[in-house]
């Protein structure tokens, strides 16, 4: 007998299992076709060697306080130097995850008079930061520039006398399709706003030396980027490239920075190694390319099913127990993939997310594919 305190909880997980949205803890095992460690960096000598470089000269583990107070420490004034040099940002901020960044953005910098436009299928993260913010938001079709045009003249047109705030992810994770950044750009330009982009998933593998996507558009003003250190880079954390006023004001104003313990020096250390890598070391993402490249080819050659044109594939299921079964499936056979199901995605939109990394070959993506071809045919 569950007590009445409890029970309410024990009836939300029921319900969530009847639905196949049931979620639990799974151990990583077998081939890697569902991390972000695109680069094979997570596990690299180099990283290992430059934390162990740290700990030599004296950088501690803990940050032990908020940046504000004795928590800041030279490892992440160095680092954030750094990156801003490497993307071409004014100045640069150090965060301790992307979920935390995305929330201390777009609940300090969009004023109570602007505007936050964004795509539908922009991170969870993003969605808690606007949740939180004093300005209005709305929501439009995926990668639809013109949807962004007519909510910004609509809202205009009304008497808004703020600044639009249009906010994307250059690549998303779930569908591993692009937005249209330059078109984007554009349009803040036009309606004097300011353009956010999460490079997530584009950090460390797209644009030149691994720069993102939105290197392209660096040096602009109103141009504020997230750029995640978890995923190619191997390491965790978030940097987040601003004007540096916007950086100061989130300082001074952003309460997730102001009254966090800042992230470990010795992460911070191992991000700028990461950095370092990712300008040394072109030919992994020459690799990189290629081998996505293959996998896109593989598996329309195999299901039928058109690529998405990066690394991320999703295969889609629809209905959730459904794809959960063809995951749990392949794991068995040593295959490393998840069921992506709602609310991280739309209902009724249930997938596998096949990740492609420098951790897995061609035979490997090969093999996956054809047990995943049995697997969705037996599955019904």
Same mark, same amino acid.
Request: aromatic residues 4%.
């Given at each position: 007998m569950i007590a009445d305190g409890l029970g309410r909880y024990a009836k939300t997980l029921a319900g969530l299992e009847r639905k196949g949205r049931h979620r639990a803890l799974v151990a990583r095992a077998g081939i890697d076709f569902t991390s972000n460690d695109y680069l094979g960096l997570a596990n690299a000598p180099r990283l290992k060697a430059a934390i162990a470089a740290a700990l030599d000269r004296g950088v501690p583990v803990g940050a032990s306080g908020s940046r504000l107070l004795r928590g800041n420490h030279p490892e992440h004034e160095a680092l954030e130097a750094e990156a801003a040099e490497f993307f071409g940002s004014d100045r640069a901020l150090f965060f301790g995850s992307g979920y935390a960044a995305n929330v201390a953005l777009f609940s300090t910098l969009p004023q109570r008079d602007d505007i936050i436009v964004h795509d539908a299928l922009i991170h969870a993260s993003a969605h808690e930061g606007i949740a939180a913010s004093k300005a209005r938001a709305v929501a439009v079709r995926h990668n639809d520039v013109d949807a962004f045009a007519d909510v910004i003249r609509k809202w205009r047109s009304a008497g808004g006398t703020g600044h639009p705030w249009i906010a994307v992810e250059s690549l998303y994770s779930m569908d591993g399709d692009r937005a249209s950044l330059v078109d984007l750009a554009a349009l803040a330009e036009e309606h004097d706003g300011f353009l956010v982009i999460d490079e997530a998933h584009a950090t460390g593998v797209f644009g030149p030396g691994g720069r993102g996507f939105s290197a392209a558009l660096k040096g602009r003003e109103k141009l504020v980027v997230l750029h995640t250190c978890g995923k190619a880079l191997g390491?965790?954390?978030?940097?987040?490239?601003?004007?540096?006023?916007?950086?100061?004001?989130?300082?001074?104003?952003? *309460? @997730?920075?102001?009254?966090?313990? &800042?992230?470990?020096?010795?992460?911070?250390?191992?991000?700028?190694?990461?950095?370092?890598?990712?300008?040394?070391? #072109?030919?992994? *993402?020459?690799?990189?390319? &290629?081998?996505?490249?293959?996998?896109?080819?593989?598996?329309? &050659?195999?299901?039928?099913?058109?690529?998405?044109?990066?690394?991320?594939?999703?295969?889609?299921?629809?209905?959730? @127990?459904? &794809?959960?079964?063809?995951? %749990?499936?392949?794991?068995?056979? @040593?295959? %490393?993939?998840?069921? $992506?199901?709602? #609310?991280?995605? #739309?209902?009724?939109?249930? *997938?596998?997310?096949?990740? $492609?990394?420098?951790?897995?070959?061609?035979?490997?993506?090969?093999?996956?594919?054809?047990?995943?071809?049995?697997?969705?045919?037996?599955? *019904?």
């Open positions: 390491v965790s954390g978030a940097l987040l490239g601003a004007n540096g006023l916007l950086c100061d004001y989130l300082v001074n104003r952003a *309460r @997730g920075f102001i009254y966090s313990t &800042a992230p470990s020096p010795l992460t911070a250390a191992a991000v700028s190694e990461a950095l370092r890598i990712a300008a040394d070391e #072109p030919q992994r *993402r020459a690799d990189f390319d &290629a081998l996505s490249a293959f996998a896109n080819a593989a598996l329309a &050659a195999t299901l039928g099913v058109e690529g998405s044109g990066s690394q991320i594939l999703p295969v889609m299921v629809g209905d959730n @127990g459904r &794809a959960v079964k063809i995951a %749990d499936r392949l794991r068995e056979e @040593g295959f %490393d993939i998840r069921a $992506i199901r709602p #609310p991280t995605v #739309p209902e009724g939109t249930a *997938r596998l997310r096949i990740a $492609i990394t420098l951790n897995v070959d061609r035979p490997a993506i090969a093999q996956m594919l054809e047990r995943l071809k049995v697997a969705i045919a037996e599955e *019904r």
